[in-house]
């Protein structure tokens, strides 16, 4: 569905590339983490994505379509992005207004637009919010009236930009969860930009960039088949992951193993007790 063919980047002002031969290739439907260290080029690639930036050179396909100035908008449309500080994405009043402002700017007819409010609200369980002042609202509830806000622009493609990072875990975990719903159940691809690699246990596909280059590209379990990638590349290994590593030391044997989810390793846990 998306296609980097060999893309650079180097900003006017610099005489650095900040992107280096990227190649990617996400398919439809799937989810994308992508991780790296700050400053290892990640936004830079997303601002290309969204079309904010060309690349100096490659390119980069959309369904076939190769990302110029004359589909821009088209291709534009089809993504949606929510941003890290729930803060700086309200426009509108209430919580329903700025939905709709996101609606208006796309020209979408007024009578459509309550029912479009209310199904995306509900996708994140916060219908019941809709009258509310966004400021009234905690980071995390802030955050699922983002995705509610994106979900409304019928994207093909949802772009996470860092959108957990400020949150707190039980928050995190809760709005990761309610993309993977939408994930699935709308089969919207997800690309998400983190430094955290917790993250990537809901992803299907992980690139792993560092100094403007892919320098991983596989899932959940080959990357935590060599744990030594996420230290190589200063990335913190997810709790779950330390918690099994730890355990299997303790113990001497490999009881946990990288595909076991939470649910299980409580379990196992508590039976060991
Ligand atoms: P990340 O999102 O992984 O933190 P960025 O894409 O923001 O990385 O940055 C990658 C590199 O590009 C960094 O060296 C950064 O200093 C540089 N950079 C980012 N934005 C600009 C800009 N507007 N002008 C010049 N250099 C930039």
Same mark, same amino acid.
């Given at each position: ?17 900040? @992107? ?24 830079? @690639? ?26 821009? &908008? ?12 729930? &803060? ?9 207004? /700025? ?12 009578? @459509?637009? /309550? ?9 994140? /369980? ?41 949150? /707190?875990p039980k928050?995190?975990k809760s709005?990761l969860q309610?993309?993977k719903k ?13 430094? &955290?690699?917790e993250?990537?246990i809901y992803? &299907? ?15 959940y379990n080959?990357?935590y ?9 200063? @990335?913190?290994?997810p709790f779950l992951e330390r918690v099994k590593?730890?355990l ?7 009881i946990f193993n990288i595909t076991e989810d939470e649910g299980s390793v409580v379990e196992k846990i508590c039976k060991l007790i």
């Amino acid at each position: 569905m998306i296609k980097f063919e060999n893309v650079f980047f180097k900003y006017s002002n610099s005489t650095k590339n900040v @992107l280096e031969n990227i190649n990617l290739n996400i398919k439809k439907g799937s989810w994308t983490s992508i991780l790296g260290e700050n400053g290892s080029g990640k936004s830079t @690639l997303m601002k290309l994505l969204y079309g904010q930036h060309k690349p100096t050179d490659g390119k980069i396909l959309i369904n076939g379509t190769e990302y110029t100035e004359e589909v821009y &908008d088209e291709i534009r449309n089809s993504i949606a992005v929510v941003f890290q500080n729930p &803060d700086n994405q309200f426009v509108g009043a209430t919580v329903e207004e /700025d939905i709709a402002f996101g609606l208006e700017n796309r020209n979408i007819p007024t009578e @459509l637009m /309550d029912s479009i409010i209310e199904k995306s609200l509900e996708a994140v /369980d916060m219908l019941e919010y809709r009258k509310y002042e966004p400021v009234s609202l905690s980071g995390g509830q802030k955050q699922r009236v983002a995705i509610a806000s994106a979900l409304a622009l019928n994207p093909q493609i949802l772009i996470l930009d860092e959108a957990t990072s400020m949150l /707190d875990p039980k928050a995190r975990k809760s709005i990761l969860q309610y993309i993977k719903k939408i994930n699935k159940e709308n089969e919207i691809t997800i690309i998400s930009i983190t430094h &955290d690699a917790e993250e990537s246990i809901y992803s &299907d596909y992980i690139e792993i960039m560092n100094k403007g280059k892919i320098v991983f590209t596989g899932n959940y379990n080959m990357l935590y088949a060599e744990p030594d990638i996420l230290d190589k590349f200063n @990335l913190e290994t997810p709790f779950l992951e330390r918690v099994k590593n730890e355990l299997n030391d303790q113990l001497g044997s490999k009881i946990f193993n990288i595909t076991e989810d939470e649910g299980s390793v409580v379990e196992k846990i508590c039976k060991l007790i």
